[in-house]
Nanobody, 125 residues
Framework: QVQLVESGGGLVQAGGSLRLSCAAS????????MCWFRQAPATECEFVAA????????SYADSVKGRFTIPRENAKNTVYMQMNSLKTGDTAVYYC??????????????????WGQGTQVTVSS
């Protein structure tokens, strides 16, 4: 069992930056690929970014490529999402998730084993 706790969400102006953190419980963090999804009101959950167990492979949604990065620190059981050049369209609840497929496979919610509770990101114009 893995518990995921997100933090770092908040209100930011368009063009600004935020860094989300996701802290995982347990000692087997490096077993899991990690990813972020987001969900805006009245929309489906959307894949944002994923990283493989040791960080060698990453995957990004086209909508965030070049603006978001997803580093991880296995020694701290933590994955991050650095979000730069934020747009109003990035407003959503952001969820951290873990699974055992590769980074590419984490784009499918059906491959997620564990979800965090979510953190709200609001980008104002």
């Amino acid at each position: 069992q893995v518990q995921l706790v997100e933090s770092g969400g908040g209100l930011v102006q368009a063009g600004g930056s935020l860094r989300l953190s996701c802290a995982a419980s347990g000692r087997t963090f490096s077993v899991y690929s990690m990813c972020w999804f987001r969900q805006a009101p009245a929309t489906e959950c959307e894949f944002v970014a994923a990283i493989s167990r040791y960080g060698s492979t990453t995957s990004y949604a086209d909508s965030v490529k070049g603006r978001f990065t997803i580093p991880r620190e296995n020694a701290k059981n933590t994955v991050y999402m650095q979000m730069n050049s934020l747009k109003t369209g990035d407003t959503a609840v952001y969820y951290c998730a873990a699974g055992t497929t590769g980074a590419q496979g984490m784009g499918a919610p059906s491959n997620v084993l564990y979800w965090g509770q979510g953190t709200q990101v609001t980008v104002s114009s």
